[in-house]
C-alpha cells in the first residue's frame, strides 16, 4: 500500500491567489481528514470526511477555506483567496472503521507545506 | 468541548528513561493515542490505550487513567533518534462518528 498521498509537497503562491491541496486515501479507509499544522497552534483538525460525506467543518477558519470529496478515493481542501497567515503544513489523515478504538489507527500523509507571500 | 495539555519541551540524556504527560478532556472518549513526529516529516503511530493501565510495546510505554484524564508515554534506553516532537491524541465519539484531537506536542531533545 502506497499509503496516504498528498501533492503538492510544496507551494509557494502570493497573496490573494488560489490554492488547491490534494489527497488520496489510504484503500478502503472510510475516514479522511485534512488537519493543520503550524507552530503556535499544533496540529489543528480542519474538517473530516465518513464515506465521503463531510460529518464536522467547525475547524474551517474561515468561508475562504473549503473541502470536497467526490469520491472514495479523492479529497481536495481549497483556499480562495489565500493569505498569509494560512501559511502552515496541511496534512491529509486517513482511517479504518471499526468498532475497536485501537484499530482506527489514522496514517497520515507527508503533508503539503504552503508559503503564502 | 475537547481540552488536551502536554508539556512544552522536554530534555534527557541518551540511555535515560523519560517520562511525558497527557491531559484530557473531552465528552465522547474513545481512545487515547501517541504520535511520534519528526521534523519536517509526518506524524506517525506509536502507542493507543483505550482501557485503564500500561501498554508496552518495545522500549516505549503508554499509560491512561481515563477517571483522571491522564496518559503518559514512557521511553526507555533514550537514544538519539528518539529526538521528536510527542502528539497526544483523544479519539472522540459522537453521533456514531468519530475525530482526533491532538494536543500542541512536546518537542523531546535527546542529549549526548
Redesign the interface.
Known amino acids: 500500500d502506497a499509503g496516504v498521498i498528498q501533492s503538492p509537497r510544496h507551494e509557494v503562491t502570493e497573496m490573494g491567489q488560489e490554492v488547491t491541496l490534494r489527497c488520496k486515501p489510504i484503500s478502503g479507509h472510510d475516514?479522511l481528514?485534512w488537519?493543520r499544522q503550524t507552530m503556535m497552534?499544533?496540529?489543528?483538525?480542519l474538517i473530516?470526511f465518513?464515506n465521503n460525506v463531510p460529518?464536522?467543518d467547525s475547524g474551517m477558519p474561515e468561508d475562504r477555506f473549503s473541502a470536497k470529496m467526490p469520491n472514495a478515493s479523492f479529497s481536495t481542501l481549497k483556499i480562495q483567496p489565500s493569505e498569509p497567515r494560512d501559511s502552515a503544513v496541511y496534512?491529509c489523515?486517513s482511517?479504518p472503521r471499526t468498532g475497536?478504538?485501537?484499530a482506527?489507527?489514522?496514517?497520515?500523509?507527508?503533508?503539503s507545506r504552503l508559503t503564502v507571500l | 468541548g475537547q481540552n488536551i495539555d502536554q508539556p512544552t519541551e522536554m530534555t534527557a540524556t541518551e540511555g535515560a528513561i523519560v517520562q511525558i504527560n497527557c491531559t484530557y478532556q473531552t465528552s465522547g472518549f474513545?481512545?487515547l493515542?501517541w504520535y511520534q513526529q519528526h521534523a519536517g516529516?509526518?506524524?506517525?503511530?506509536l502507542s493507543?490505550n483505550?482501557l485503564d493501565g500500561l501498554e508496552e510495546k518495545g522500549r516505549f510505554s503508554s499509560f491512561l487513567s481515563r477517571s483522571k484524564g491522564y496518559s503518559y508515554l514512557l521511553l526507555k534506553e533514550l537514544q538519539m533518534k528518539d529526538s521528536a516532537s510527542y502528539?497526544c491524541?483523544v479519539?472522540d465519539q459522537g453521533?456514531g462518528?468519530?475525530?482526533?484531537?491532538?494536543?500542541?506536542?512536546t518537542r523531546l531533545k535527546v542529549l549526548a
Not at chain 1, 104 to 111: C, R, W
Open positions: 475516514y481528514f488537519y497552534r499544533g496540529l489543528e483538525l473530516y465518513n460529518i464536522d496534512f489523515a482511517s475497536i478504538a485501537g482506527n489507527v489514522l496514517t497520515f500523509g507527508a503533508g | 474513545n481512545g493515542f516529516e509526518a506524524p506517525t503511530f493507543y483505550v502528539l491524541a479519539r453521533s462518528t468519530y475525530k482526533y484531537i491532538f494536543g500542541t506536542g
